[in-house]
């Protein structure tokens, strides 16, 4: 394995890890309320029941990324969470609005990849 396939792989795992612990942090440690409350205060409707889909669709998508499955497809749910987070939770934040970019163009390119 040279370098470019090393970091391809721990990549790959990094980005399934952000997602799956993301979720798993909502649903046990925050709670789905008080990602509804949060939800709910960036303005979205029926947000409890946005609650829940943040919550399966972060932890399906870090457990489907980590196991390379239908990656092309699969790394557009967390493009799509975090191009919205970035631009409702972190707002203003320069420094956290260009993480979540990058981390969202991180998973492109790993969708990418044949």
């Avoid at 029926?46 to 669709?57: G, K, N, Q, V, Y």
């Avoid at 631009?87 to 979540?100: D, K, P």
């Amino acid at each position: 394995m040279d370098m470019k396939d090393l970091a391809h792989n721990i990549n790959w795992v990094l980005l399934g890890l952000v997602m799956l612990v993301a979720g798993l942090l909502k649903l046990f440690v925050m709670g789905v309320g008080t990602v509804e409350g949060m939800l709910a205060g960036f303005g979205f409707p029926m947000a409890i029941a946005f609650a829940w889909l943040l919550i399966i669709a972060e932890i399906a998508s870090g457990v489907l990324v980590l196991a390379k499955w239908k990656l092309e497809y699969v790394t557009w749910v967390p493009v799509v969470i975090l191009v919205v987070a970035t631009f409702t939770a972190h707002w203003g934040n320069w420094v956290n609005m260009l993480v979540h970019l990058a981390l969202a163009s991180n998973y492109l390119v790993l969708g990418m990849k044949k």
